[in-house]
């Protein structure tokens, strides 16, 4: 990477070479995808390239240990002005707090700033799952009626979306699959974030949706390559199942924040709603936290609380 060789003048030579040990034990030891990784790279630089501007010239492992409080809220404060809003700003600063940890680890001093200052408080932002009738449509055929694509393609995107409604997947973990992953059971294995693996549920009306597109698919499909492949064979842009979600939502009439994770979030809390166990969703879904799954029994209640609305004579 061209950062690695180069760092810019703004970054102090021994920072910018703890910077790049930090995001190879990110790589390599956590798991971390090379987007998240790249991610925390553009966060920690614009943090520095701040601070070179806000003292007169690079910062040194010793200047940033001597970080004030005030210095990291007037960087906060300039971030907000450019336009940043808070759950942009919060992620920026969770990566620059986990290069400032990797720094006391290793024993090149604490930035005690950074844990003196409040993160930004974020709206509380609930999922929008879609009604059982409409989740369940995304699959049918006749929604395609008048686009010209080949009926495989068709296929494909139906699989995959059916995927996401009927086994909770990320659209990422769909579009990982490797062909070989999918069998004749009931269940398969998928890879979640930071490498973890789980097991999910195979409908058997998904089973057969996929098993259509791979019966129609005219690329010949390694057991190690993916399962869904675009026109050429290549692996699946997550772009295209965005515009197939867009279009057959168009053909429902649905707004647009019925998106292809919105499926994703249908199949949680359909599934709470029927009396399912939440530990046991988190397990599918592949939360980390129980406390993220939890934001699916607030959801729930939202929506018995507007049929209340609706129904009741005295609402």
Do not use: N
Not at 24 to 44: C, M, N, Q, W
Not at 113 to 126: F, H, I
Not at 234 to 242: D, E, F, K, N
């Amino acid at each position: 990477m061209s950062e690695e060789k180069h760092p810019p003048d703004y970054v102090a030579p021994k920072v910018a070479a703890e910077l790049e040990s930090w995001l190879a034990h990110l790589g390599d030891e956590r798991h971390f995808s090379p987007k998240t990784i790249e991610a925390y790279r553009r966060d920690v630089l614009q943090f520095l390239a701040f601070l070179a501007g806000h003292f007169g010239g690079a910062v040194s492992l010793r200047e940033l240990a001597a970080l004030t409080p005030a210095d990291v809220r007037a960087f906060m404060a300039a971030r907000r002005a450019q336009g940043i809003g808070s759950r942009s700003l919060m992620r920026m600063l969770a990566g620059i707090r986990g290069f400032a940890r990797f720094l006391e680890r290793s024993g090149k001093g604490k930035v005690g700033a950074l844990a003196a200052v409040r993160a930004p408080k974020l709206g509380k932002t609930l999922p929008r799952p879609l009604p059982v009738a409409a989740a369940t449509r995304f699959a049918e055929p006749e929604l395609a009626a008048g686009d010209r694509r080949a009926p495989w393609v068709h296929a494909r995107d139906a699989a995959v979306l059916a995927l996401l409604y009927g086994s909770g997947l990320r659209i990422s973990e769909a579009l990982g699959l490797k062909r070989g992953d999918f069998g004749d059971g009931d269940a398969m294995t998928v890879m979640g974030k930071g490498r973890k693996q789980r097991m999910v549920p195979v409908l058997p009306q998904v089973h057969k949706l996929v098993g259509d597109y791979l019966a129609l698919c005219p690329h010949d499909l390694l057991a190690d390559g993916p399962l869904f492949v675009g026109l050429k064979g290549g692996p699946l842009s997550a772009r295209v199942i965005q515009l197939a979600m867009a279009r057959l939502r168009g053909a429902l009439g649905l707004p647009d924040t019925a998106t292809p994770h919105a499926l994703r979030h249908s199949f949680a809390t359909h599934l709470l709603a029927r009396g399912g166990d939440l530990r046991a969703i988190q397990e599918l879904l592949g939360h980390a936290s129980l406390a993220t799954t939890q934001i699916y029994t607030e959801v729930d209640a939202e929506r018995l609380i507007e049929a209340y609305r609706s129904a009741h004579p005295r609402a």
